[in-house]
Protein backbone atom coordinates (compact mmCIF):
# COMPACT_ATOMS: atom_id res chain seq x y z
CA UNK A 1 0.00 0.00 0.00
CA UNK A 2 1.47 3.34 -0.73
CA UNK A 3 3.12 5.42 1.70
CA UNK A 4 2.43 8.98 1.81
CA UNK A 5 4.45 12.09 3.30
CA UNK A 6 2.43 14.86 3.99
CA UNK A 7 3.14 18.66 5.39
CA UNK A 8 -0.36 19.72 7.28
CA UNK A 9 -0.93 22.57 9.75
CA UNK A 10 -3.43 21.28 12.67
CA UNK A 11 -5.89 23.49 14.92
CA UNK A 12 -3.31 25.51 16.88
CA UNK A 13 -1.53 26.52 13.15
CA UNK A 14 1.19 23.55 14.41
CA UNK A 15 3.12 22.68 11.36
CA UNK A 16 3.60 18.89 11.19
CA UNK A 17 5.12 16.70 8.71
CA UNK A 18 5.26 12.92 8.51
CA UNK A 19 3.83 9.84 7.21
CA UNK A 20 0.86 8.03 6.05
CA UNK A 21 -0.12 4.93 4.58
CA UNK A 22 -3.63 4.97 2.07
CA UNK A 23 -4.74 2.91 -1.20
CA UNK A 24 -4.49 6.97 -3.02
CA UNK A 25 -3.91 10.22 -2.00
CA UNK A 26 -7.64 11.26 -2.05
CA UNK A 27 -8.02 8.98 0.96
CA UNK A 28 -4.44 10.19 2.75
CA UNK A 29 -6.04 13.34 2.33
CA UNK A 30 -9.54 12.62 4.07
CA UNK A 31 -7.76 10.56 6.76
CA UNK A 32 -5.58 13.75 7.67
CA UNK A 33 -8.98 16.15 7.24
CA UNK A 34 -10.58 13.71 9.67
CA UNK A 35 -8.05 14.20 12.18
CA UNK A 36 -8.44 17.67 11.72
CA UNK A 37 -5.25 18.30 9.66
CA UNK A 38 -4.73 21.09 6.70
CA UNK A 39 -2.87 19.63 4.24
CA UNK A 40 -0.31 21.53 2.34
CA UNK A 41 2.07 19.22 0.25
CA UNK A 42 1.73 15.56 0.12
CA UNK A 43 4.55 13.22 -1.73
CA UNK A 44 4.16 9.46 -2.44
CA UNK A 45 7.32 8.11 -1.44
CA UNK A 46 6.55 4.22 -1.11
CA UNK A 47 4.45 1.17 -2.36
CA UNK A 48 4.77 -1.54 -0.35
CA UNK A 49 3.95 -5.26 -2.39
CA UNK A 50 1.83 -8.02 -0.56
CA UNK A 51 4.55 -10.26 -1.12
CA UNK A 52 7.81 -10.94 1.02
CA UNK A 53 9.77 -8.19 -0.40
CA UNK A 54 8.93 -4.29 0.07
CA UNK A 55 9.13 -2.78 -3.33
CA UNK A 56 10.50 0.50 -2.81
CA UNK A 57 10.61 2.88 -6.27
CA UNK A 58 11.88 6.24 -6.35
CA UNK A 59 10.59 9.03 -4.36
CA UNK A 60 7.44 10.42 -6.73
CA UNK A 61 6.18 13.76 -5.95
CA UNK A 62 2.27 13.92 -6.46
CA UNK A 63 1.25 17.55 -7.65
CA UNK A 64 4.18 19.49 -8.07
CA UNK A 65 4.33 21.15 -11.05
CA UNK A 66 5.27 19.21 -14.81
CA UNK A 67 8.07 20.65 -16.53
CA UNK A 68 6.16 21.46 -19.22
CA UNK A 69 4.17 24.28 -20.61
CA UNK A 70 1.17 25.94 -18.56
CA UNK A 71 -1.83 25.90 -21.03
CA UNK A 72 -4.67 28.60 -21.31
CA UNK A 73 -7.95 26.97 -20.31
CA UNK A 74 -9.59 29.59 -22.04
CA UNK A 75 -7.73 29.56 -25.71
CA UNK A 76 -5.45 26.95 -25.25
CA UNK A 77 -2.30 29.12 -25.35
CA UNK A 78 1.12 27.82 -23.95
CA UNK A 79 2.66 29.68 -21.86
CA UNK A 80 6.47 28.22 -21.06
CA UNK A 81 7.28 28.04 -17.97
CA UNK A 82 8.81 29.20 -15.27
CA UNK A 83 5.11 30.69 -15.69
CA UNK A 84 5.22 34.51 -13.56
CA UNK A 85 1.71 35.50 -14.37
CA UNK A 86 -1.61 34.83 -13.28
CA UNK A 87 -3.23 35.88 -16.11
CA UNK A 88 -3.00 34.80 -19.92
CA UNK A 89 -1.01 36.82 -22.87
CA UNK A 90 -3.17 36.38 -25.07
CA UNK A 91 -6.81 36.21 -23.93
CA UNK A 92 -6.20 37.54 -20.65
CA UNK A 93 -8.65 35.01 -18.89
CA UNK A 94 -7.40 33.48 -15.46
CA UNK A 95 -4.75 30.69 -16.20
CA UNK A 96 -4.53 27.76 -13.91
CA UNK A 97 -1.89 26.87 -11.50
CA UNK A 98 -0.03 24.04 -11.98
CA UNK A 99 -1.46 20.61 -10.02
CA UNK A 100 -0.09 20.42 -6.41
CA UNK A 101 -1.75 21.23 -2.87
CA UNK A 102 -2.37 24.85 -3.45
CA UNK A 103 -6.31 25.46 -4.56
CA UNK A 104 -4.61 29.19 -5.34
CA UNK A 105 -7.10 32.53 -5.46
CA UNK A 106 -11.06 32.09 -5.41
CA UNK A 107 -12.91 33.04 -8.01
CA UNK A 108 -13.79 36.99 -8.46
CA UNK A 109 -17.37 37.85 -7.64
CA UNK A 110 -19.65 37.52 -10.14
CA UNK A 111 -20.67 38.81 -12.69
CA UNK A 112 -17.30 37.32 -13.50
CA UNK A 113 -16.13 38.10 -17.47
CA UNK A 114 -14.42 35.33 -19.37
CA UNK A 115 -13.23 35.83 -22.83
CA UNK A 116 -15.16 35.99 -25.73
CA UNK A 117 -13.42 34.14 -27.66
CA UNK A 118 -14.03 31.01 -25.63
CA UNK A 119 -18.11 31.58 -24.93
CA UNK A 120 -17.55 31.54 -28.76
CA UNK A 121 -15.73 28.05 -28.91
CA UNK A 122 -18.05 26.78 -26.59
CA UNK A 123 -21.41 27.67 -28.29
CA UNK A 124 -20.01 26.64 -31.50
CA UNK A 125 -17.77 23.77 -31.02
CA UNK A 126 -17.60 20.27 -33.01
CA UNK A 127 -20.58 18.61 -31.87
CA UNK A 128 -22.51 21.91 -33.05
CA UNK A 129 -20.85 21.65 -36.66
CA UNK A 130 -21.32 18.14 -36.60
CA UNK A 131 -24.70 17.94 -36.30
CA UNK A 132 -25.54 21.38 -38.74
CA UNK A 133 -24.13 19.46 -41.51
CA UNK A 134 -26.26 16.42 -40.39
CA UNK A 135 -29.33 18.22 -40.21
CA UNK A 136 -28.76 19.94 -43.54
CA UNK A 137 -27.78 17.00 -45.47
CA UNK A 138 -30.63 15.06 -44.19
CA UNK A 139 -32.88 17.91 -45.36
CA UNK A 140 -31.25 18.74 -48.61
CA UNK A 141 -31.93 14.26 -49.41
CA UNK A 142 -35.22 14.27 -47.47
CA UNK A 143 -36.61 16.62 -50.64
CA UNK A 144 -35.80 13.79 -52.73
CA UNK A 145 -36.64 10.66 -50.86
CA UNK A 146 -40.47 11.95 -49.77
CA UNK A 147 -39.47 13.25 -46.33
CA UNK A 148 -37.90 9.50 -44.73
CA UNK A 149 -34.35 11.67 -44.75
CA UNK A 150 -36.07 13.88 -42.47
CA UNK A 151 -34.81 11.45 -39.40
CA UNK A 152 -31.05 12.60 -40.26
CA UNK A 153 -32.17 16.05 -39.69
CA UNK A 154 -33.98 15.23 -36.26
CA UNK A 155 -31.17 14.30 -35.12
CA UNK A 156 -28.65 16.75 -36.19
CA UNK A 157 -30.98 19.05 -34.72
CA UNK A 158 -30.71 16.96 -31.42
CA UNK A 159 -26.72 16.93 -31.88
CA UNK A 160 -27.13 21.15 -31.91
CA UNK A 161 -29.50 21.43 -29.27
CA UNK A 162 -26.97 19.16 -26.70
CA UNK A 163 -24.14 21.30 -27.63
CA UNK A 164 -25.67 24.67 -26.99
CA UNK A 165 -27.00 23.23 -24.17
CA UNK A 166 -23.86 22.16 -22.25
CA UNK A 167 -22.29 25.15 -23.58
CA UNK A 168 -24.59 27.62 -21.85
CA UNK A 169 -24.83 25.15 -18.32
CA UNK A 170 -21.00 25.67 -18.33
CA UNK A 171 -21.33 29.57 -19.49
CA UNK A 172 -23.60 30.26 -16.54
CA UNK A 173 -21.54 28.39 -13.92
CA UNK A 174 -18.67 30.20 -14.85
CA UNK A 175 -20.33 33.76 -15.17
CA UNK A 176 -22.59 34.04 -12.17
CA UNK A 177 -22.28 30.31 -10.38
CA UNK A 178 -21.40 30.39 -6.76
CA UNK A 179 -17.98 28.88 -5.57
CA UNK A 180 -17.42 25.21 -3.73
CA UNK A 181 -13.91 24.13 -2.72
CA UNK A 182 -14.06 20.90 -4.34
CA UNK A 183 -11.29 18.37 -5.05
CA UNK A 184 -10.26 16.00 -8.02
CA UNK A 185 -11.59 12.23 -7.30
CA UNK A 186 -10.21 10.37 -10.64
CA UNK A 187 -7.99 11.51 -13.39
CA UNK A 188 -8.25 9.04 -16.07
CA UNK A 189 -9.88 8.34 -19.85
CA UNK A 190 -13.18 8.49 -20.90
CA UNK A 191 -14.18 5.22 -22.61
CA UNK A 192 -17.53 6.05 -23.54
CA UNK A 193 -16.18 8.21 -26.35
CA UNK A 194 -13.66 6.35 -29.53
CA UNK A 195 -11.94 8.96 -31.47
CA UNK A 196 -9.46 7.40 -34.01
CA UNK A 197 -8.90 4.77 -31.66
CA UNK A 198 -8.08 7.08 -28.75
CA UNK A 199 -10.35 7.90 -25.29
CA UNK A 200 -10.24 11.74 -24.49
CA UNK A 201 -8.52 12.56 -20.88
CA UNK A 202 -11.54 11.97 -17.88
CA UNK A 203 -11.33 14.31 -14.66
CA UNK A 204 -14.15 13.75 -11.92
CA UNK A 205 -14.34 16.40 -9.35
CA UNK A 206 -16.51 17.00 -6.26
CA UNK A 207 -17.64 19.82 -3.86
CA UNK A 208 -19.76 19.96 -0.99
CA UNK A 209 -23.39 22.00 -1.24
CA UNK A 210 -26.14 21.98 1.79
CA UNK A 211 -24.06 18.36 3.25
CA UNK A 212 -23.74 16.92 0.72
CA UNK A 213 -21.23 16.03 -2.60
CA UNK A 214 -21.86 17.33 -5.55
CA UNK A 215 -19.90 15.79 -8.58
CA UNK A 216 -19.11 17.17 -12.03
CA UNK A 217 -16.56 16.25 -14.67
CA UNK A 218 -14.10 17.50 -17.32
CA UNK A 219 -13.71 15.62 -20.66
CA UNK A 220 -10.38 16.61 -22.96
CA UNK A 221 -7.92 16.00 -25.08
CA UNK A 222 -4.84 18.17 -23.60
CA UNK A 223 -2.61 15.30 -22.05
CA UNK A 224 -1.86 17.25 -19.28
CA UNK A 225 -5.02 16.47 -17.74
CA UNK A 226 -2.87 13.18 -16.62
CA UNK A 227 -0.31 15.70 -14.27
CA UNK A 228 -3.51 15.71 -11.99
CA UNK A 229 -4.41 13.37 -9.19
CA UNK A 230 -6.98 12.39 -7.06
CA UNK A 231 -7.12 14.64 -3.68
CA UNK A 232 -6.02 17.41 -5.51
CA UNK A 233 -7.93 20.98 -4.31
CA UNK A 234 -9.53 23.14 -6.64
CA UNK A 235 -12.24 25.62 -7.22
CA UNK A 236 -15.58 24.61 -8.75
CA UNK A 237 -18.17 26.94 -9.98
CA UNK A 238 -21.88 25.64 -9.80
CA UNK A 239 -25.05 27.32 -10.18
CA UNK A 240 -27.11 26.19 -6.90
CA UNK A 241 -30.37 25.54 -8.16
CA UNK A 242 -29.21 22.67 -10.76
CA UNK A 243 -25.78 21.30 -9.56
CA UNK A 244 -25.46 19.67 -12.48
CA UNK A 245 -24.13 22.91 -14.34
CA UNK A 246 -20.87 23.37 -12.62
CA UNK A 247 -17.43 24.04 -13.73
CA UNK A 248 -13.78 23.89 -12.63
CA UNK A 249 -12.33 27.57 -12.00
CA UNK A 250 -10.17 28.80 -13.48
CA UNK A 251 -11.30 26.24 -16.33
CA UNK A 252 -8.53 23.44 -17.83
CA UNK A 253 -7.75 23.16 -21.24
Not at 48 to 59: I, N
Not at 152 to 180: E, H, P, Y
Not at 214 to 242: I, M, N
Amino acid sequence: MPVFQYDATDAQGVAITAEITAVDALAAVEALRAKGLAVTRIVQTASFDSGSDDHMPSPQSIGWPPDRPTTCGWCQTQVPPPVTVTNCPNCGGTLPLPPGPDRGPPPPVTPRPIPRAFEHKLKYGALFWFGSAVALIGLLISVSTLGFSLIFTGVGGLMVRQSWTTASNRIAALKSGATGEGEVTFVGYDETLTVNGKHPYLIRYRWEHDGRYCQGQKTTWDATALDHFPGEPLWVVFVPEDTRKSAIWPPLA
